[in-house]
């Protein structure tokens, strides 16, 4: 069974830092680019940032650039996110989410979700 | 900017027919998937790109494109549909991925 499982959310002050884990098991991890996508409050999804199997790409969105950095360690099936100077639009369910096998933009398995609090 | 853009929201009786629009310029060159999802849930994926439901996906959802704009269609719709439904696709100018505002499907 594919799981995601992430950690790291919390309530942090404006210009904090916090990192986001989430744990991948059931599929072979180097394979699958990841995918971070938040959810602000009653709001709708907004894509974040990406990072290929084999690390050889990250990219960010406009929003999050300089600020956040993604990384992975496929030895350890893992994956942060590195969120800096925090600001409070930052608020947001935070999701980890597994591409599927046909590519993006198909996000196929999905994070519980780490709730992320900047005030 | 790119962007996706959803009606807000939308209603449907009970086994009637109801589509779901998702218009933008990205929708020239890079087709849409669909989301689904529920009140505390994670989204799920519902149709793929290539408009190929995953697994477990009933067969009332289907997808369409045409020119910049992507449809969902739920024919026969039940009251397990009712959700938020998302498209996403490739954004033409960036490496990254858009999101449309949603869609909230009521079924009366």
């Known amino acids: 069974e594919i799981q995601l499982v992430q950690s790291g959310g919390d309530v942090v002050h404006p210009g904090g830092s916090l990192r986001l884990s989430c744990v991948a098991s059931g599929f072979t991890f180097h394979v699958y680019t990841i995918h971070w996508v938040r959810q602000r409050p009653g709001k709708g999804l907004e894509w974040v940032a990406l990072i290929r199997g084999d690390k050889s790409a990250a990219f960010y969105a406009a929003s999050v650039e300089g600020r956040f950095s993604i990384s992975r360690d496929n030895t350890k099936y893992s994956l942060d996110l590195q969120m800096n100077s925090l600001r409070p639009e930052d608020t947001a369910l935070y999701f980890c989410?597994?591409?599927?096998?046909?590519?993006?933009?198909?996000?196929?398995?999905w994070g519980q979700g780490s709730l992320v609090t900047v005030s | 900017s790119s962007e996706l853009t959803q009606d807000p929201a939308v209603s449907v009786a009970l086994g009637q027919t109801v589509r779901i629009t998702c218009q933008g310029d990205?929708?020239?060159?890079?087709?849409a998937s669909w989301y689904q999802q529920k009140p505390g849930q994670a989204p799920i994926l519902v149709i793929d790109d290539r408009n190929n439901r995953p697994s477990g996906i009933p067969d009332r959802m289907f997808g369409s494109n045409s020119g910049s704009t992507a449809s969902l269609t739920i024919t026969g719709a039940q009251a397990e549909d009712e959700a938020d439904y998302y498209c996403?696709?490739?954004?033409?100018?960036?490496?990254?991925?858009?999101f449309g505002g949603g869609t909230r499907v009521t079924v009366l």
């Open positions: 990205s929708l020239r060159r890079f087709h």
């Open positions: 996403n696709s490739r954004d033409i100018n960036s490496n990254g991925l858009l």
């Open positions: 989410v597994k591409e599927a096998a046909t590519g993006w933009p198909n996000l196929e398995y």
